[in-house]
T-cell receptor
């Protein structure tokens, strides 16, 4: 299929614990984006990574692009209940490599227990 | 800009009926994407347009699905005839250029009974 693999599919954490989701592609990606979808909502853009080995931070969120540009991770430090939702990575089609296409990973659904 | 606007927000229809979903992208955006989201299959790309031209429709499930973009400010996704397995949330998204963030509409929740 078109999807980039993400693991884990589900994650339950206690509030205050850390959380990490991983995105893996069999082909090199020119860039990767991350989105968050709250329950009942729509995906909302978080960030884009372009350079090999790039690391970007947004408050408690740290995004990383692998050296080979085939994988990426999102790490949340000290989760809060507001972090609940599904996190998706997205990028060009892994099969065609077309930069015009935007294909989403399978997503990681995060539940934060108070 | 009001963002990407989709209508209707909810649609309940009987099997066999025609369903038309509508999308108004953000003004100036030259890419428009249609996605379908289900628990089983996640967020699937159905088709996308660039400058109103369909570029890749390989994600369209079957001939019952069709999409058009008659102008830069309007697109439709039509299902005819609809089936219960088409029940899902359908999202429209738009962006300007390659490698830029995509903006999603609120989605249309379709239920086919």
């Amino acid at each position: 299929g078109q999807q980039v693999m993400q693991i884990p599919q589900y994650q339950h954490v206690q509030e205050g614990e850390d959380f990490t989701t991983y995105c893996n592609s069999s082909t090199t990606l020119s860039n990767i984006q991350w989105y968050k979808q709250r329950p009942g909502g729509h995906p909302v853009f978080l960030i884009q990574l372009v350079k090999s080995g790039e690391v970007k931070k947004q408050k408690r969120l740290t995004f990383q692009f692998g050296e080979a540009k085939k994988n990426s991770s999102l790490h949340i430090t000290a989760t809060q209940t507001t972090d609940v939702g599904t996190y998706f990575c997205a990028g060009p089609s892994p099969s065609s490599g077309s930069a015009r296409q935007l294909t989403f990973g399978s997503g990681t659904q995060l539940t934060v227990l108070p | 800009d009001a963002g990407v606007i989709q209508s209707p927000r909810h649609e309940v229809t009987e099997m066999g009926q025609e369903v038309t979903l509508r999308c108004k992208p953000i003004s100036g955006h030259d890419y428009l994407f249609w996605y379908r989201q289900t628990m089983m299959r996640g967020l699937e790309l159905l088709i996308y347009f660039n400058n109103n031209v369909p570029i890749d429709d390989s994600g369209m499930p079957e001939d019952r699905f069709s999409a058009k973009m008659p102008n830069a400010s309007f697109s439709t996704l039509k299902i005819q005839p609809s089936e219960p397995r088409d029940s899902a949330v359908y999202f429209c998204a738009s962006r300007t250029g390659q490698n830029t963030e995509a903006f999603f509409g609120q989605g249309t929740r379709l239920t086919v009974v």
